[in-house]
C-alpha cells in the first residue's frame, strides 16, 4: 500500500473566486442581466420582462429590509399564482428571510397555527382570502402583530377587503430598485418553508435550503429537456412545494411564466394557444379536468404541449386520455419533504413500439430517481433490506440526495424518526420492478389486508378509472368480520352516466382478482383536501359507517 | 431590529439522507442503471452500451485498486479519444484517484516533467505515442516505475510498441465488474490534474474538484439545451480540459460518445452522417477546416449539427461560412482554469433578423457567464474597477465560481497571484459591450501598442480572414523606431491564391484604421503548440528578425 499523497489537499483552498454557495438566487440576476427585456411573467393584461421582474423583486427585498426583516426571519405568503407570488420567491430571500407559502384552501385555524409557528413577521396576502386571513389574525395571540401587505390583484373581480397597512405596490415603492442584495454566506441555508397538508394531526413545517432549491430547479430542466425560453403555465400552485421549484427553473431556463388565478379549463386551453406554453404541470385531477373538458375547448389546442403528471399516483387512463389530446405528459413522483417530484417516469424510445393501453401502464409507474436524488430504494421498513426488483414484493421508498428536505422546523423528533438510518422515510408502499422502476401500490395508511393478502387501493382505482363513466374513484377498506377488510369504493359518474353498482363490481371483475374486486360501491362526491388529496379518512370512516 | 431567528438553524442538520456531495459520478450509474442498453460510445467497428461502459469502468477501478493505487494518487491518461479515454474519465476517480490527461502531441521532455511533477503512479497510453512514452519514462529518476499499460486499440494500425506489462484490455480483466466503488467523502476534492500548454516556461497543474466537474457538466447542458440522448462527435481532445467535461455531460444526458482518433475531415463529416451527431465542440481551426472541405465531402451532410466553438478568439468569417454549411454555431469562451468554457456567447432571438455579416460579428463576441460561474468581469487589473461598458475601455477579464480551479498543484504562489482580489485573473483583454457582452481584444502579451495607441491583433486578424483566398492569419507587434511597435502579419493562403502584399495590405485599410493596417504581411504557413494554438512567441522573433 503506498501512503496518501496530499498534494492535491495542500494549498487547494476555497477562496470566493472559486467557490460560491449554490442559490437560485443567481438565476434571477442572470436572467435580468443577460436578456432584461424577454417577457418574465404574464399575468392577464400585465406583462413584465426579466429586468422588471428582478427590479421588483429587489425592491421587495428592501422595503422588507426597510421594516425591520433580516436574515432567519420568516415571510408569509397568502397569494395565488400571481407576479407577486413569483417575486416573493427571489425577494424574500434576498436578505436571507425565509418564504413561507400558506396553502391558500385552508381554513383561518390551519393558517392561525402556521403564523404562529413560523413566527412570521410580514403577511403577504391577496383580497380574495381577506376573509379567511382576518380570522386567522384574530386568532393570534396579544403582541403578535406580523405586517400585513395586501395584493390587491387588478385580474381579481370578487370581493373581500384590504386588511393591511399598504397595498403590494404601495410597499414595493417604498424599496430600492437597485437594492444590493447579497447571496447566502453558506448554501445550507433556510429559503423557504413549506406546511405539509397531514390529514391528521398538525401540519409539518418543512424546511428548504438555497443548495437543494438550486439543484431541483436543475434538475427540472435535466429531466425534461427543458429548452432556453420555454413558457410554463402556472396550472400548479406555487405554494405547494414551491411549485415544485419552477419558479427557479423559469429563471434558469430565461423562459416566460403564465400565471393563473385559478384553475379555468377554458382560460387553460386558451392561453396556452394565446402564450404558446410549452410546459406545465398538475395533479391527476387538474389533467383529468382537462381531458374531460367539452370538445369546443379541447379544439382550441393548436401544438403539443408537455406536462409533468403527479402530486398522487396517475391513473393510466388519464395519461392515455391527456395524450389522445395532444398532450405529452411525464410522469413524476415526490413528496414535500423532496422539493416536489425528485422521482422521474423515464422514457424509452422502443415504448414506443408498444399499444397506448401498455404505454399508459408504463407511464403510470414512478419511475426512477431524478438527476439530483442520488439514492431510492423500496426497501423493508424494519431493516431497510431493499426488496426484490420482481415487480410484486411491496416495500417502503426510501430516498436520499440533495434535494430532500432540512427537516421539520422546531421538531427534532419528527426529523430524526424520519431520517432513521440515513434514509428519508417516504410512508409510501411500493414495488420495484425487474428494470429498476418502481410503483406505488398506497400509502403506508391506506392498503388494504384482506384474508392476509394485501390490495393496492391504487390498483383497484386503476381499474375502476378504465370504465368509461367514471369520472373520479377512491378505494378505502372497509372492515369486515370475515376478511378483516374488504374494499370499499367511492365513485363519482360523469354526467348522464348510467352504469349501476352491480355492473361497475362486474367490469371490475374483469380487470381485477376476485378478492381485490370492491364488495361495495357508493356513487357521491369525494372530500378533498385543499390540494385535492381526496381524504380517505373520511372515506374510511363512512366505510365502516355503511 | 429584531434578533435573529435561530429555528431555522436548530436541529436542520446535514445528514446522509438529504446531503451528498456533488460528483459527476453519479450520472454514469444513472445512466447505467436507467438506460443500460442505450448506446454510451462508438468507436469504429466497436459500440458500448452505458451498461458495459459502466461495468468496465468498474473494472478499470477496482484493478487500479488491487494494484495499490489508493486515493490521492495520480493516473496518467496518454490517449486519444478512444472508449479506454472515456471510462477513465469515471474508473479514476471511483477510487478517489486523479485522472491526469496528457497532451498527446507534448514532446518527451514536457510529457517526463509532468509524470514526475504529479508523481504518477499508473501510465495509461495509446500505442500511437509509445515512441514519446518510451523517451518520457527513460527520463524519469531512478526508483520511479510507474505501472504502465498499453491501449492497443483495433482502430489503430499505424507503428509503435506496446511498452508495459499489460493491455488495457487484459488489465481491466482482472477488476471486478460490481467493484463497490463510492462517491467522495467531500465535493470539494480533486477529480482531475490538467497541465496548461504554457508557450513559455513549465506548465502549471490545474486542479479540478468533484464539484466542479459536476456542476459544469451540468452548464454545459443548460447553455447549448442539450436534449437526452445528445449525440455528441469527439472533435475535442478529451486531454484538453477533460474535453470540456463533456465526458460528465454526455452521461448526464444518457447520450452517446461518438469517439475520433484524429480530426479527419472527411471521416467527420461521414460520421456526423451515419451516426446522426447532434453535437461537437471544437478550436476555431477545426471549425476552419470543417468550412474549407471539398464541395463533395460538405454534400455529406444531412442535418443541421450544434457547434461550439471555443479555443481562442474565433474570425467572424469562420462563423459566418460555418452558419452556411449548416452547422449552427455557439461560441464559448474559457481557460483550462476555469473548466474549459465559462462564458458563452448568449443568442438573442431578435438577432435573427441581421444580416449574416452583422449576425457573425455579434457571434464572435465571447459573451456572458455561463449558469455555473458567478462573476464574470472586465476589469482594471490594478484595482479591480470595472471598466466602463462601453465596448471600448479595455481591461483584464477576471471570473469568480464554483467552475474555477482549485488551484495549480504544487504551486501555492502562482494559485495565490492568479487568485488575488478574490478574483480568478484570466490574463486575456477585453473591453465590455453596453448589452453586458464582454469581448476579448487580446491576450495581456499580445497586444500591440503603436504610437501609443492599442492595437487589438485579433481585430487585425479578423479584417485578414475576410479576404477570400486567406486560410489562416496570425498578426504580432514588430519593433519600429518611430512607433515603438507596428502591426506584422503572417499569413498562409489558400491553395491558388494569388493575392499579394500589397493587395492584401489595400484589403485590409478598406476595413482598418490606417494604423491597425499591418505594415509587412509574411505569407508562411503558422507554428502551432499541440494544442493548436499559433505560436505567437514564435512570430515575434521572426517579425522581429525580418
Not at 393591511?164 to 430598485?177: A, Q, S, V
Request: net charge negative.
Amino acid at each position: 500500500m503506498t501512503t496518501q499523497n496530499n498534494s492535491y489537499t495542500l494549498g487547494l483552498n476555497k477562496t470566493p473566486a472559486n467557490y460560491v454557495p449554490l442559490s437560485p438566487l443567481t438565476f434571477l440576476e442572470r436572467a435580468a442581466t443577460v436578456y432584461p427585456k424577454h417577457t418574465a411573467v404574464v399575468h392577464g393584461k400585465i406583462r413584465l420582462s426579466w429586468a422588471e421582474t428582478y427590479e421588483r423583486a429587489r425592491r421587495l427585498a428592501s422595503a422588507l429590509t426597510r421594516r425591520g426583516i433580516v436574515d432567519g426571519d420568516t415571510v408569509a405568503a397568502m397569494l395565488p399564482n400571481i407576479p407577486a407570488m413569483y417575486e416573493a420567491h427571489f425577494g424574500v430571500p434576498m436578505l436571507g428571510a425565509i418564504l413561507n407559502t400558506l396553502n391558500t384552501r385552508l381554513d383561518a385555524e390551519a393558517i392561525a397555527f402556521m403564523l404562529q409557528h413560523s413566527e412570521a413577521k410580514v403577511i403577504l396576502t391577496d383580497k380574495e382570502f381577506s376573509g379567511v386571513m382576518k380570522r386567522a389574525l384574530q386568532m393570534l395571540p396579544q403582541g403578535r402583530k406580523p405586517l400585513v401587505i395586501d395584493v390587491d390583484d387588478p385580474e381579481y373581480t370578487g370581493g373581500g377587503e384590504l386588511l393591511g397597512e399598504k397595498t403590494y405596490e404601495d410597499f414595493i415603492l417604498e424599496g430600492d430598485p437597485e437594492f444590493e442584495w447579497s447571496m447566502p454566506q453558506d448554501e445550507w441555508k433556510a429559503i423557504t418553508l413549506n406546511y405539509t397538508s397531514g390529514t391528521t394531526g398538525n401540519p409539518k413545517g418543512v424546511v428548504y435550503h438555497h443548495r437543494g432549491a438550486y439543484l431541483n430547479a436543475v434538475s427540472n430542466i435535466l429531466g425534461w429537456s427543458m429548452p432556453k425560453h420555454s413558457v410554463y403555465l402556472w396550472t400548479l400552485p406555487m405554494f405547494h412545494c414551491n411549485g415544485w421549484c419552477f419558479p427557479w427553473t423559469m429563471a434558469a431556463v430565461i423562459g416566460t411564466n403564465v400565471c393563473l388565478r385559478r384553475i379555468d379549463v377554458r382560460q387553460i386551453y386558451e392561453v396556452i394557444a394565446a402564450e404558446k406554453v410549452t410546459h406545465f404541470c398538475g395533479a391527476p385531477i387538474v389533467h383529468n379536468m382537462l381531458m374531460n373538458a367539452p370538445a369546443e375547448v379541447r379544439a382550441l389546442k393548436t401544438h403539443i404541449v408537455e406536462g409533468f403528471i403527479a402530486g398522487a399516483a396517475p391513473p393510466a387512463a388519464i395519461i392515455e386520455g391527456m395524450e389522445k389530446n395532444g398532450f405529452k405528459l411525464t410522469h413524476v413522483y415526490g413528496l414535500t419533504e423532496t422539493y416536489g417530484p425528485s422521482v422521474v417516469c423515464e422514457w424509452h424510445d422502443e415504448w414506443d413500439e408498444l399499444d397506448a393501453t401498455a404505454q399508459s401502464k408504463l407511464k403510470a409507474r414512478q419511475g426512477v430517481r431524478n438527476h439530483m436524488l442520488e439514492g431510492l430504494m423500496v426497501a423493508n421498513p424494519l431493516n431497510l433490506d431493499p426488496v426484490p426488483h420482481d415487480g410484486e414484493t411491496m416495500g417502503e421508498i426510501f430516498m436520499r440526495g440533495n434535494n430532500v428536505m432540512m427537516g421539520y422546523l422546531k421538531n427534532p423528533v419528527a426529523t430524526d424518526e424520519c431520517f432513521t438510518g440515513d434514509w428519508f422515510h417516504s410512508g409510501d408502499l411500493a414495488v420495484c420492478h425487474p428494470d429498476g422502476y418502481i410503483e406505488i401500490k398506497d400509502r403506508s395508511k391506506d392498503i388494504i389486508i384482506s384474508g392476509g393478502e394485501n390490495i393496492s387501493t391504487i390498483e383497484v382505482e386503476d381499474a375502476l378509472y378504465r370504465h368509461p363513466e367514471v369520472l373520479e374513484a377512491a378505494v378505502v377498506a372497509r372492515p369486515d368480520e370475515k376478511w378483516g377488510e374488504t374494499p370499499c369504493a367511492f365513485v363519482t359518474l360523469k354526467d348522464n352516466a348510467k352504469v349501476t353498482e352491480e355492473e361497475l363490481m362486474a367490469f371490475c371483475r374483469t380487470q381485477l382478482a376476485h378478492f381485490k374486486t370492491p364488495r361495495k360501491i357508493i356513487f357521491t362526491s369525494l372530500p378533498k383536501t385543499s390540494t385535492g388529496k381526496i381524504q380517505k379518512f373520511l372515506l374510511r370512516e363512512q366505510a365502516k359507517a355503511s
